[in-house]
């Protein structure tokens, strides 16, 4: 199959741009468009063969479910006869945003959308180009990142097409996307609601709404290995990952430099390929030896730019083949628990503390 890319204004937004890819997700194709968080592969959440589709193109075990994106509060009763009144407490304050609540299924959802489970995730995403794509087309997207599975999800559509070209039938490309992380995954069927997957919306702000929100252990660092199962199928594969080994450095910032340095000069004379994640600030602690990969992630002044550097800083190791990558720890701030539960991921958990 070939993949049309089309290049979509994000301001203003024209309607008729949108009807070829429209007509693609009415007749049960794939359309990747642009959401605020990441790119997302996306077909009709109703449609027991499309999300079968969808699972093929990315490679993605079918018990992983996925995302439901609406543009409007009405399509969210289609989705659920028993929502919640923390749902339409949440929808005021965040939606559209990066906000993902689980709630009961409806009879409409099948199966194979939700990964058997007997709930559903839905998002309504704060990009003009999501949402245009919803409303032209009528059709509730399922839609799962738009990243083959295991990779980094893709922040800009060249990343999508890197790894979706020939399998899907229309890539949208608003260019690169504000956030660069996922969204906040709230699961409101149980006592009391619990978040699942963190992201720009933390615990705090649902707190703030709901007065109660719990974090799903099995997803906290400390845990990792426990043995605990996550509430999220998606959280239990080892997601996000790099070709290269992945190792964190946390501590101070002079000695996490230093620490990195010896490790990636012992590395290089190993004849490894060695790429580091530095951060504006410290970016001129690591020199400038040619045979090392120095990449800034973004300004530790500005959280949004290290959540949006994330995914492409590891996209661009490995189309350099670099084999080893030591990086520096974001911890802190608002966006901290969220971008380090990526970085983590991406690590395998491999931690070093440099003192
Ligand atoms: O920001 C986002 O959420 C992006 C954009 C495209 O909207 N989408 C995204 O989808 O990250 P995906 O498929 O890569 O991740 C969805 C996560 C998975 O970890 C999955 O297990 C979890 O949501 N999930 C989906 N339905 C669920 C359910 N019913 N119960 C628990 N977890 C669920
Ligand atoms: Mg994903």
Redesign the pocket.
Known sequence: METVIKKVSLSPIIPNEYREAAEILQGGGLVAFP???????GGNGLLEEVSGKIYAAKG?PSD????I?IADLESLKLLSDDIPKEAYLLAEKFWPG?L?M?LP?SERVPHKT??G?D???V?M?DHPV?AALIRESGVLIA?????VSGRP?PTSAQHVCEDLSGRIEMILDGGEVG?G???T?V?LTGNIPTI??P?YISEEMIEEVLGRVEFDRAILEKNAGAGLR??????KYR?YAPKGEFTIYRGETKKVAAAILEKAEMEKKAGKRVGIIAAEETRKLYGSDSGISVKVIGARADELSVARGLYRTLREFDGEGVQVILGECFEGGKLGQAIMNRMLKAAGYRVVEAG
């Not at 959401?35 to 592969?41: D, N, S």
């Not at 839609?143 to 990243?147: E, Q």
């Open positions: 959401t605020e968080t990441v790119y997302g592969l993605r992983n479910p996925l995302i994106h990066p993902t689980i299924k939700t990964g489970l709930t559903v995730a998002r995403p999501a839609a799962p990142s738009a990243n999800s956030l992380i996922e969204s995954i699961d699942l997957r992201g996550p509430k999220a199928p998606g959280m997601h």
